[in-house]
Structures are given as structure tokens and as C-alpha cells.
């Protein structure tokens, strides 16, 4: 893939460097010289210009490329990268940083955002999904709100222990993906069964999440738990 990512700050470098590893094609744009720290990520292209400009955009060759970051350490920057990827650009997937978690109502379709990463939301998200059995945690959305990556650990009552993944009337619009078990990742076929402690990993839309969590964990009358 093509990714162009606006912001060379720590931030954009950590996932400039992530991905040049998987072998993409990495461009990185900053206006600050101080942030053309090429050494860093030798392997990436580096552009000295302002991302919010439309020539800067069209000299980074936005219209052929598969997924823009705006990782700056503006809100404001990343909206409006984001909005230009999308609208003068057409860039498939648009992925933007929130910093202050008071924006994050606005990192949605309408400003080009595709995919909305708040690191506040995901770190209280996983502190949840540490400490939480038999309650339905949100862990990611996806394309602002039409689907979610859910986790539920399986608490040992439930009755679905023991069945197999194929014997299970799971809700429509719900997927199991990945399931942990004793530390490892499994990928679950139609006969892997269910155990109590595993934890399972859904993509769900948001209308189906509390008829998830009815069926793997049906003492637990609470709302599915909200990354907060």
C-alpha cells in the first residue's frame, strides 16, 4: 500500500517505521524542519510543506494513494487533512488522531474520517477488557459506528461452554474472529469449542451488541461496556 502521513512528530514516525517493516510504500509531510528527521525512517519518503495545503496534497500524489494518517498533534490539522484525503483526493481509507477527547465527536464520515483513534478511549477500553468477565467491551469502532471490534470474556456459567463455534445461533451481523486461549490467539473454525475464560473477539454492529452479550453471558442485565 500507498500511505501518506500527515505529521513526522513521534507519533507519525512510530507508525511511519511500523510500516515501512511491512514493506509499504511511506510518505511522511511536515511543515516543521525540526520534524525532517529522515535518519529515523530512512526508508520513507520525507515532504517539507504544509499538509493542509491542496498543492502540498497534489504534490504527495494523494490521488494515488490507499490510506492517509493525519497523526498531527492538532485536531484542527487532522480535520482538515482528512476532509481534503476524502472530498479533492477521493482516498479510500482516511485515518485520523484525536488528542483532546472533547473533538472526537467530529473525527466522523462528514469530516473524511474513516477510522477515529483516541488513545484515551482505547487505553480505557483495554483497562476494561483486563478486568472485565462477562461483560461486553468495546474495543474499536469501525467506520464511525456501523460496526465495532467487541471483546467478552467467557465467564465459566455460561451456556455456551462446551458447544462448538458452529453450533452457536449467533446473532446476524455479528462475527467471531479471533478467540485467546491460555495466551494464545486461535482462529476459530466451526468446530473449535468454547471455553470458560476464553476471550472472544467479535466485529458486531452496534444494534446487535447487547443481543451478544445476552447469549454468551445472560446473568449480566447490564448495557454492553462503553470505552469511555
Not at 500507498?2 to 511522511?28: D, K
Not at 467479535?202 to 462503553?226: C, D, G, M, N, Y
Amino acid at each position: 500500500m500507498r500511505v501518506v502521513i500527515a505529521g513526522a512528530g513521534n507519533v507519525g514516525q512510530s507508525i511511519a517505521s511500523e510500516l515501512v517493516e511491512n514493506h509499504h510504500e511511506i510518505l511522511l509531510i511536515d511543515r516543521d524542519p525540526a520534524a525532517m528527521k529522515v535518519e529515523v525512517v530512512p526508508h520513507a519518503e520525507w515532504l517539507l510543506a504544509d499538509a493542509c495545503e491542496l498543492s502540498t496534497l497534489d504534490e504527495a500524489a494523494l490521488h494515488r494513494c490507499d490510506v492517509v494518517i493525519a497523526a498531527t498533534g492538532d485536531d484542527k490539522v487532522n480535520l482538515v487533512v482528512s476532509l481534503l484525503a476524502k472530498t479533492e483526493f477521493g482516498v479510500p481509507r482516511v485515518v485520523a488522531r484525536v488528542n483532546h477527547p472533547k473533538n472526537e465527536w467530529m473525527f466522523n464520515e462528514s469530516w473524511g474520517v474513516d477510522v477515529a483513534v483516541s488513545t484515551p478511549r482505547i487505553m480505557a477500553a483495554l483497562v476494561e477488557e483486563a478486568v472485565s468477565v462477562g461483560d461486553l467491551v468495546r474495543l474499536f469502532t469501525f467506520r464511525q459506528g456501523e460496526a465495532n471490534l467487541v471483546e467478552l470474556t467467557l465467564p465459566e456459567d455460561s451456556t455456551t461452554i462446551g458447544r462448538r463455534v458452529q453450533d452457536v445461533s449467533w446473532p446476524p451481523d455479528t462475527t467471531l474472529v479471533t478467540i485467546v486461549r491460555s495466551g494464545r490467539v486461535l482462529v476459530p473454525t466451526g468446530d473449535t469449542p468454547l471455553e470458560g475464560h476464553d476471550e472472544l473477539l467479535f466485529v458486531a454492529i452496534p444494534e446487535r451488541e447487547k443481543e451478544l452479550q445476552e447469549l454468551l453471558s445472560p446473568h449480566e442485565t447490564q448495557p454492553p461496556t462503553e470505552d469511555r
